[in-house]
T-cell receptor, first 113, second 113 residues
Framework: DAGITQSPRHKVTETGTPVTLRCHQT?????MYWYRQDPGHGLRLIHY???????DKGEVSDGYSVSRSKTEDFLLTLESATSSQTSVYFC????????????FGPGTRLTVL | AQSVTQLGSHVSVSEGALVLLRCNYS??????LFWYVQYPNQGLQLLLK??????LVKGINGFEAEFKKSETSFHLSKPSAHLSDAAVYFC???????????FGKGTRLHILP
């Protein structure tokens, strides 16, 4: 068990409102990732972090921002939610092992009305 | 650039039959390859990984995968399907110098009783 929690697990919000999703890890790993999962698209990387205050964009970063002020927390913010951001969001951590494997949290289901 | 193609978005097999899920990858350097499984309403769980130590990789729950460089393939198999194997399976590729993993779009495995 990689010790990853996500909050909230479910959220319904309205178009135009800001939303923040939290990923928390208990293992002090350097790398953390945010993905979204949509039917027909698999998992797509939104942003990732390689250390406190060090982040980089993934393939679908438009409309999202992230922050990492502590090793254990990685926040994903939708500045102004749109219906196209309705999705399941997964956080992952990389344990620093040699082979790049990632371990995933339970996910957050976000619905934007 | 790395990429992963999973053949068949849905695969159905009878209980007790062979499971074969196909994955082809593209990578400019020797890759790391992974299979993940996602059970309903859960995050992704690592099934197995290829790291160049052996071409036949054994994973959890009786699954194994064979790396074939000449075919750029990493197919997942299990000799005898169980009802509990019904899930979505993701193939993924990474490279040693890269912080990221590229996921395929997933194959949903249905087990027929």
């Amino acid at each position: 068990d990689a010790g990853i929690t996500q909050s909230p697990r479910h959220k319904v919000t309205e178009t135009g409102t800001p939303v923040t999703l939290r990923c928390h890890q208990t293992e002090n790993h350097r790398y953390m990732y945010w993905y979204r999962q949509d039917p027909g698209h698999g998992l797509r990387l939104i942003h990732y972090s390689y250390g406190v205050k060090d982040t980089d964009k993934g393939e679908v970063s438009d409309g999202y921002s992230v922050s990492r002020s502590k090793t254990e927390d990685f926040l994903l913010t939708l500045e102004s939610a749109t219906s196209s951001q309705t999705s399941v969001y997964f956080c992952a951590i990389r344990e620093g092992g040699f082979y790049n494997e990632q371990f995933f949290g339970p996910g957050t289901r976000l619905t934007v009305l | 650039a790395q990429s992963v193609t999973q053949l068949g978005s849905h695969v159905s097999v009878s209980e007790g039959a062979l499971v074969l899920l196909r994955c082809n990858y593209s990578s400019s350097v020797p890759p790391y390859l992974f299979w993940y499984v996602q059970y309903p309403n859960q995050g992704l769980q690592l099934l197995l990984k290829y790291t160049s130590a052996a071409t036949l990789v054994k994973g959890i729950n009786g699954f194994e995968a064979e790396f074939k460089k000449s075919e750029t393939s990493f197919h997942l198999s299990k000799p005898s399907a169980h009802l509990s194997d019904a899930a979505v399976y993701f193939c993924a590729v990474s490279e040693k110098r890269d912080d990221k993993i590229i996921f395929g779009k997933g194959t949903r495995l249905h087990i027929l009783p």
